[in-house]
């Protein structure tokens, strides 16, 4: 047996097999206090900048390998080389060298501490969260200055990277050729270490708990990205079987990747469009990359977020016409802002909501705020001039929302037509489903709209009423609950009994388990996350629809969510028996913790 | 010669000042503030931004974020040594071109 087995959460698949290497952060407490003779002083303040020069050449040779595509880490490196060379850091530290004798890395620290009280007391959460790129900078520094040099930047050769947390300002000094996985004992499935690692095509795991206590550097690791597992010292056996489990993984990949632009027709030839979920524009390449059929949703949110002032409607048209006009003739649904007011830094103030889950948000916050709903239906519409554009409202829970806001797009369509604005007047409009309600009244909704899209993640926690991010009752977040399968089944009926297309965008598109059971409801399309869809599409080009109505009804007579997890695990069992392993999947049992 | 010394030095210690506005959509966040500094460090003369309540040095970049400039402030910008006028029409350019170069 190996040493140990820990386990955490994939954010990105794949298998390494290599040493483990610490990132350590935590200068701060080896820090030494000591002060400096007066006859010492000159050569502590030489120490002292030679450590800042070392730094900047270390952080100058990095920005020239940063990739034009990665132009906002350039821009960083930027802001860390000015904060580096700063009179106010330096500086600083060395008066605290001369007028205190204070040592070097004790001078630095005080000087970030002067910092740290500047920044604290700014209200412009921004700009007071650059105080983290101050810290980066000065660890750095310190790290020189106490000799303890972890970064990343120091690696030899190649290497499975550890950390307890990875920031996005580490992962501008990777040097890609030489990371092969990451390991974190934070971060979560959206972190930003599972989208640097699967756009690197690496494997990851967050949440890896205990990381820190049973691995060392230099320990060999086996990363598995699949399983969610870091063996370390593995034994040879377990090297042996790792090493054929990467080597067919590999092969898999390559195979469902030089597949992936074709059509995703079952052997039976039924068709279902694949589209992707993205967030920002620049993930457009991807999307054509993997065989994305068009952007089946496009969260509007990221304009909105992080910053003090709403963006204007030209802002929003020059960034939504791109979208369109690039992925013309290809379809891009934009799902209208599905924000609360929390996420909104100053423009909205504070509504003391309880419950914000069922608070004032999504469609419920832009009727409430009709001046930037326009602003945003606007810069759609204009948008729809350039490609192929449909629009749909979230959370929508009863007739008389979606005709209000509807009242408001026709409004905005008026106000275009008066100003000689080009727009398409035949833009699909369409509705999220995501609430019980609309579930239930989904025949009345059919007739008002030209499309629905199920958003399974919501669906899922508003009708068995659980938090899926609070773990004591997280278990109970079930994406194959006989609820949830009787929801999505409902819905699909009506939308088709009124002649309208239903799509499904949400993490169970892109669970290999789960995908056979949509098709049987007969969905026209699913929307998921880009990476995934090569390996969807290959499921999909390798299931008969006659099957899978036939696992439909079998799973549809089943009254507990182990009986239908284990019909559909043992479907994709029969079918992709070498394969399976490779799946990543949300099904798990739902027992309690103990 | 006394005469000379003394109008060179007072040239140098005039200070000439002109006001901004913060025009861009952000306000001073880190990219901008970073224009500043480095555009800055490129003249000898001190040069000191101002806004209501704090006189800081534009070329320190963490100075010059913890001013914090929201959209639609004005600041003053005071500069003072050999090149100050060359210095102050850099600046206010900057600022009035909304940062790009």
Known sequence: MADKILSGISVATGIAIGKAYFVNRNHKAHLQRQTVAASQVPDEINRLHDAFTAVESELTATRERVPADLKDYGLLIDTHILMLKDPKLAGVAEEYVKSLGLNAPWALEKAVSDQEAAFGAIDDPYIRERMQDVRVVADKVQAKLIGRESDLASISGRAIIMAHDLTPADTVELQVDKIMGFATVRGGKTSHTGIMARSLGIPALVGTDKLEDFVRDGDLVILDGLSGKVVVNPTETELEDYNERAAFFENYTRKIRRHCQLPAETFDGSRVSVLANIELVEEVASVIDNGGEGVGLYRTEYAYMNRTELPTEEELTEKYVDLAAIMAPRKVVFRTLDLGADKFISSFGELNETNPALGLRAIRFCLKNPQLFKTQLRAILRASAYGNVSLMFPMISGVKEVRQAKAWLAQAKAELRREGIDYDPNMPVGIMIELPAAVMIAEYLAHEVDFFSIGTNDLIQYSIGVDRTNHHVSYLYQPLHPATLRAIKLVVDAAHQAGIEVSLCGEVASDPFCVPILLGMGIDSISLTAQAIPGIKRIIRQTNMHDCRKLLKDVLECRTVSRINKLVMDNIFKHFPEEVSFFSSLLENDEAPS | ?101
């Open chain 2, 1 to 101: 010669m006394m005469e000379d010394n003394q109008a060179a030095n007072s040239q140098e210690e005039d200070v000439l000042s002109g006001q901004v506005v913060v025009a861009n959509e952000h306000g001073l966040h880190a990219r901008p503030a970073g224009l500043v500094a480095q555009r800055a460090q490129g003249f000898e003369a001190d040069i000191k931004l101002v806004n209501a309540e704090q006189e800081v040095d534009a070329k320190s970049i963490l100075d010059v974020l913890t001013l914090a400039a929201a959209p639609g402030d004005v600041l003053e910008i005071r500069v003072q040594g050999a090149d100050a006028a060359d210095a102050l029409a850099s600046l206010t350019t900057l600022f009035k071109n909304k940062f790009t170069e």
